[in-house]
């Protein structure tokens, strides 16, 4: 009875060897091991198959039987998905391949999947999620572990954080083209805080930039807003005129363009922010985001808007 278990991998390889060689000597030359060793794994691994696989002529030469012929096959198989294996770990461990979630708020998502195309072309075998949320969702997402590697604005304070700049985001305001604030004649503060503010829901940064640009020019008064879900939502109602928006310029750009939007001039505007690729402090990336943060980075943020 076949012994599968008590099979190894160097009772195969001394097999091989032989073949190759065509002797035990030559074989152990190869092997870098004592001619008794080789003979001993080949003694061993007949005893496990219960069959003789090697003939051995007079002058010492070895050939394989029609069971040691069966058996070589396997080993070649053996060890051409071993090299497969060995391979694949060395992709892993050099980020050549895996899994990542990139998380990135809402209004990232303008520009994201140009970074994701961008990466694909460059590792095609990394497998890159997208995960997208406004500024609340994705901070518990970075604190609970759920992305690798995000995509926002002000870095927060908590969780810690390592951030690295990647360009400038600015925010501007935008109206219905026909609005009368577009011209921009001397635009008084009580005329900016008669408006109606298309705003994001909170917890979104850019409900949190537009009370503090109002807050500062209308010194804590109250102004009228509409919550509206999302920046394409917020965008639709602008074209139509049902109110002015402060919002990323990045989400505009093909509006204003086109003119179906138009900027609202205003002494401190636009406002600038920046762009940053963050990840959790203290948490060792995957080499697969190691090299998916190489990549970002030196993209020097030409993929921006």
């Known amino acids: 009875m076949i012994n599968e278990k008590a099979v190894t991998l160097k009772q195969l390889r001394a097999l091989a060897a032989i073949h190759r060689a065509g ?25 496990n198959f219960e069959a003789v696989l090697l003939k051995r002529s007079k002058d010492g030469t070895a050939t394989l039987t029609g069971k040691g012929r069966v058996v070589l096959a396997t080993i070649k198989q053996i060890e051409n998905s071993l090299t497969t294996c060995y391979e694949n770990v060395n992709a892993l461990k050099s980020g050549k391949t895996g899994h990542l979630t990139l998380g990135v708020v809402s209004t990232a998502k303008y520009f994201a999947p140009s970074i994701v ?18 500024r609340r969702t994705l901070i518990e997402a970075i604190t609970d572990l759920r992305v690798d590697l995000a ?59 537009m009370e503090r640009f109002l807050d500062r020019i209308g010194d804590g008064a109250e102004y009228k807003t509409v919550l509206l879900d999302s920046n394409e939502t917020i965008k639709q109602a602008a074209i139509a ?34 762009w940053f690729l963050i990840h959790r402090s203290g948490k060792k990336l995957s080499a697969v985001a190691q090299s998916f943060n190489r990549f970002v980075i030196d993209q020097n943020g030409s993929f921006l808007p």
Do not use: W
């Open 23 to 47: 002797n035990l000597t030559l074989a152990a030359q190869e092997l870098h091991v004592t001619t008794p060793a080789v003979s001993t794994q080949l003694k061993l691994l007949e005893a």
């Open 117 to 134: 195309m961008l990466a694909r072309q460059a590792m095609p075998d990394v497998e890159i999620s997208l995960f997208v949320g406004n």
């Open 151 to 209: 995509i926002m604005g002000r870095p927060p304070r908590f969780p810690a954080v390592e951030a690295h700049l990647l360009g400038e985001h600015p925010h501007v305001m935008v109206a219905h083209p026909g609005h009368r604030l577009v011209s921009g004649c001397d635009i008084s503060p009580q005329e900016m805080m008669a408006q109606t503010f298309l705003s994001r829901e909170p917890g979104s940064g850019t409900r949190i930039l």
């Open 241 to 274: 005129g049902l109110g002015v928006a402060l919002i990323s310029a990045h989400t505009v750009q093909a509006e204003l363009e086109t003119n179906r939007l138009a900027l609202i001039p205003y002494p401190g505007l636009p406002i600038m922010r920046h």
